[in-house]
């Protein structure tokens, strides 16, 4: 056995044992190394919260003894409790809030990912008319025994030969065999191919005797689809519909910039609320505590009966809990609109707080409806999506329309082919083209039914249709969206009006009750009574302010647009850096 041989045998069984080895991997076949262990994605671990307390427990007693121990609050301040919470404010204004969710939001983050990715697609689908540079190289090597060739009948002039039978038999011999080809390879917008491509060949018996025969070879070739595939419509239409699919996500980016600036203004103005909301509590609780002493002065006095203080007592006690709320209602608002930021000065757990330096809008609208619906009908995102979806359903029509066509293929190509004693000579010799070949072929395929292809382009005309019809249903959806909000902008500015009136008059109604009681007349039942009207008359007062911000926020939503005047540039927007 020669050495050749024993090198490829040995090969063959080392790969035959690798394979049959891979079992032995660790971890099995197909292994992959987690970040988590089977423990901790099967199994759900208890937790004590006590273990995470910063500070002793209290009892409810302890609690009750802390409130009854806390001092009475000057005019114009706020309970200490509230204080505290209210150091360390950021202001900041809606056009700033816009501008920093622009640069920091993570679910905007996310969303710019789509158009890069649909660009990208559109690259792909570009890339498949790249030129193609190729080449090979191949050498063999063979020692054959003698071998029986077929048997073959001779026709001859002469009587004595015409007529024999002869058996060829190929000879023990050894060959050598080189090939070498390089091409270039141009798909074309029509659908058909280019192609050049230049071949060397050597063919070399070395034994039982020399023989050496070398070949060049240069070919040029063209195929061109003439029905099915062909032209520049078909060849270019998943390009074409890859670029408005990259449209289309560019819009679907933008609709989801609006929504998300649109939920974050309502955010901001749900802050503002808490906000009003955490001052009209405290307000509360600092005359609760005031009617509170004036109570005591005048049981001291005589004047007043001892059950006074109790009442006094129990209206401090039950504004000071709706403080509680407040405060905490404020704080889950805080880290809503911190969410929006994402604002590495602005923690979720940190003490820095948000102030909304913005104040609302309290005028009245005289909006034109129909202007407002023919706004909406020519700046809606989602009508414009579907506008581009229609273009791209046409386009998928007509390739589908293509594809039903039968199959039928151009085909020429022509070359040189030239035999020397060496390959340069004969790569020099082939351009006298004393020796060609020139071939043209026309091929075609015509399918019985043709069902898959007829299903395609029925699946694509259906699909048109329903794009239609959801744009027709989408437009009378937006007009009811635009109208609806009008109403409710018009309806929330006379909320507003009717709530500042209940104002005015409930807080008359408060220093009235009051004033009876120092007159004796009334008691701590009338005045606590008087002043928790005036606190949820203020409460609606300032929910009227802000819904008619959120409705003027929706109204615009509604149109397609942002509420204000300033333009948002998204053109700036990039996607955040891959770590």
Excluded at 117 to 133: L, N, Q, T
Aim: hydrophobic letters at 40%; aromatic letters at 6%.
């Amino acid at each position: 056995m020669t050495t050749a041989r024993t090198v490829g045998l040995a090969a063959g069984c080392a790969a035959a044992v690798l394979l049959a080895g891979c079992n032995l991997w660790p971890g099995g076949l197909g292994h992959v190394d987690l970040p988590y262990d089977a423990e901790r994605t099967r199994e759900v671990t208890p937790r004590r919260l006590d273990d995470s307390a910063r500070a002793p427990s209290r009892t409810v007693e302890q609690g009750m003894e802390e409130l009854r121990a806390r001092e009475p609050v000057a005019e114009g301040e706020p309970p200490r409790a509230v204080q505290e919470v209210l150091d360390g404010l950021v202001g900041m204004s809606v056009e700033q809030f816009r501008l920093d969710v622009l640069r920091n939001n993570l679910d905007l983050q996310v969303a710019l990912y789509d158009p890069e990715i649909a660009g990208r697609k559109v690259s792909e689908e570009e890339g498949k008319f790249d030129a193609v540079i190729g080449g090979k190289y191949g050498y063999y090597r063979g020692d054959t025994p003698e071998l029986d060739g077929p048997l073959s009948k001779i026709t001859s002039d002469d009587p004595l030969l015409d007529g024999a039978v002869i058996k060829q038999t190929e000879i023990e011999q050894e060959r050598e065999n080189q090939d070498i080809g390089v091409g270039l390879k141009v798909p074309l917008p029509t659908g058909g191919t280019v192609a050049l491509e230049s071949l060397w060949k050597q063919k070399s018996i070395t034994d039982p005797q020399r023989f050496d025969q070398y070949l060049a070879a240069t070919r040029f070739s063209f195929s061109q689809p003439l029905l099915r595939g062909g032209g520049t419509r078909a060849a270019l239409a998943p390009i074409r519909m890859a670029r408005v699919g990259e449209r289309i996500s560019e819009v679907q980016t933008k609709l989801k910039v609006l929504a998300i600036l649109a939920k974050g203004e309502k955010a901001y103005w749900r802050l503002y609320a808490a906000r009003r909301f955490l001052d009209v509590r405290a307000e509360q609780f600092r005359l609760a505590e005031q009617n509170l002493e004036v109570a005591r002065a005048r049981i001291a006095q005589g004047v007043s009966p001892e059950i006074e203080d109790i009442r006094a007592e129990l209206s401090k006690v039950g504004f000071y809990e709706a403080v509680v709320v407040a405060e905490t209602d404020w704080r889950l608002r805080q880290r809503e609109l911190k969410t929006f930021l994402v604002d590495p000065r602005l923690p979720l757990d940190g003490t820095a707080m948000i102030e909304t330096s913005t104040e609302p809008l309290l005028a009245s609208l005289e909006l034109d409806r129909a202007q407002l619906v023919d706004a909406a009908l020519a700046e809606r995102l989602d009508l414009i999506e579907l506008e581009l979806r229609l273009v791209r359903n046409g386009l998928e029509v007509g390739l589908r329309e293509n594809q039903i066509l039968p199959l039928a293929n151009l085909d020429f190509s022509y070359g040189t082919l030239e035999r020397d004693n060496g390959l340069g000579s004969a790569w020099d010799s082939q351009w006298d083209l004393d020796h060609d070949e020139l071939f043209v072929g026309f091929s075609f395929e015509i399918p019985f039914t043709n069902q898959r292809r007829v299903a395609q382009l029925d699946s694509a005309i259906l699909k048109r249709a329903k794009t239609m019809a959801t744009r027709r249903s989408r437009e009378l959806q937006v007009r009811r969206e635009v109208l609806d909000m009008v109403d409710i902008v018009e309806q929330n500015w006379r909320r507003i009006v009717a709530a500042r009136q209940k104002v005015v008059v409930a807080g008359a109604n408060y220093e009235a009750e009051v004033e009876q009681f120092e007159q004796g007349v009334r008691t701590q039942r009338e005045v606590f009574e008087a002043l928790s009207s005036l606190g949820d008359a203020q409460i609606s007062e300032i929910k009227a302010i802000v819904d008619y911000q959120v409705a003027q926020i929706d109204l615009a939503f509604a149109t397609g647009t942002l509420l204000g005047y300033a333009k948002v540039d998204l053109g700036p927007l990039r996607l955040p850096a891959v770590e």
